[in-house]
T-cell receptor, first 108, second 114 residues
């Protein structure tokens, strides 16, 4: 199956800082999604982004499908951004595969 | 409903017991997924339904795991003869489309097998 690698595994930011999280894929991707898992375990869908760029407030994501990677940008980070960020691909007739996540801690 | 709901939220079972975990997806959502998440890991795919049809069950770890969605809405994940290694959070997600774009997750059921 498709391998999904995320980096960095851990990240500590001062409140207000910007960051970039990366997701690499071993093969062509399908249904690329980014999720945030908050400290209480709830997974929230941030973006469905099989290609191109999308923005939602302080968050934006870019997927370059031909080069098999996706980036999640967090600007002006806040303590509420803390948690684990996952990328995932697949769905429908293709098995869904999650990365191991990037654990983000934003400190005041 | 407003979102995906799961019950129970917490379940403690003695080794060897059978358990049933319920998922209520968002109304009208065609696709439904079950995942298992161990502590510190990403969700691992278990099985996928498109309406009432179970199209992929390749992630079920053993024949002790069984899932159904008989009327294409509510789904139940059943684990027979639970083992300690079954302890995990079980997550359910639903999607409006057949291809599983934009999945919405429930809060999960935390299962502890003693």
């Amino acid at each position: 199956g498709i391998q999904v690698e995320q980096s960095p595994p851990d990240l500590i930011l001062q409140e207000g800082a910007n960051s970039t999280l990366r997701c690499n894929f071993s093969d062509s991707v399908n249904n690329l999604q980014w999720f945030h898992q908050n400290p209480w375990g709830q997974l929230i869908n941030l973006f469905y982004i099989p290609s191109g760029t999308k923005q939602n407030g302080r968050l934006s994501a870019t997927t370059v499908a031909t080069e098999r990677y996706s980036l999640l940008y967090i600007s002006s980070s806040q303590t509420t951004d803390s948690g684990v960020y996952f990328c995932a691909q697949g769905g429908g007739y293709q098995k869904v595969t999650f990365g191991i996540g990037t654990k983000l801690q934003v400190i005041p | 409903g407003a979102g995906v709901s799961q019950s129970p939220r917490y379940k403690v079972a003695k080794r060897g017991q059978d358990v049933a975990l319920r998922c209520d997806p968002i109304s009208g959502h065609v696709s439904l997924f079950w995942y298992q998440q161990a502590l510190g890991q990403g969700p691992e795919f278990l099985t996928y339904f498109q309406n009432e049809a179970q199209l992929d069950k390749s992630g079920l770890p053993s024949d002790r795991f069984f899932a159904e969605r008989p009327e294409g809405s509510v789904s139940t994940l059943k684990i027979q003869r639970t083992q300690q290694e079954d302890s995990a959070v079980y997550l359910c997600a639903s999607s409006l489309t057949r291809t599983g774009e934009t999945q919405y997750f429930g809060p999960g059921t935390r299962l502890l097998v003693l």
